[in-house]
């Protein structure tokens, strides 16, 4: 399965990644992106049920500009509506779809794609191919 991680509007490369895993049964996505070598953090409040940074970004100190400003993000609570990490799943055959369920519940089947894409202000609305 192929797992990628695309830092989309923040355009940081050093999150940036697309690797290949062996699965062959449905397998915890959490435990995909370990085999992948992503590493992902929660939030203070949410530790597993939320991804606030893949491989360190944002950084705290980072300045998200959006259209109210800018924002740091603290990984305190929920992330902004507007600067978050979103999961995203597609079958071998077909479109992206966001995932209803977090990376500790989710399972992936071989074949299938997934992919981390921070967004910002909607942008990018979904990944690219």
Aim: a negative charge.
């Amino acid at each position: 399965m192929r797992v990628i991680v695309d830092s989309g509007a923040l355009k940081q490369d050093a999150a940036d990644t697309s690797v290949c895993v062996a699965v062959d049964a449905p397998t915890l996505a959490s435990k995909v992106l370990d085999e992948a070598k992503v590493k992902t953090e929660g939030t203070t409040q949410y530790p597993t049920e939320l991804v606030c940074r893949v491989n360190g970004v944002p950084a705290a100190d980072l300045e998200i500009k959006h259209k109210g400003g800018t924002y740091k993000e603290a990984c305190s609570g929920m992330p902004a509506a507007f600067a978050y990490w979103a999961l995203w799943v597609k079958p071998a055959t077909g479109a992206w779809a966001y995932a209803q369920e977090g990376l500790a519940t989710l399972k992936v089947s071989p074949g299938q794609s997934l992919e981390l894409l921070y967004t910002v202000d909607g942008a990018p609305a979904a990944p690219a191919a």
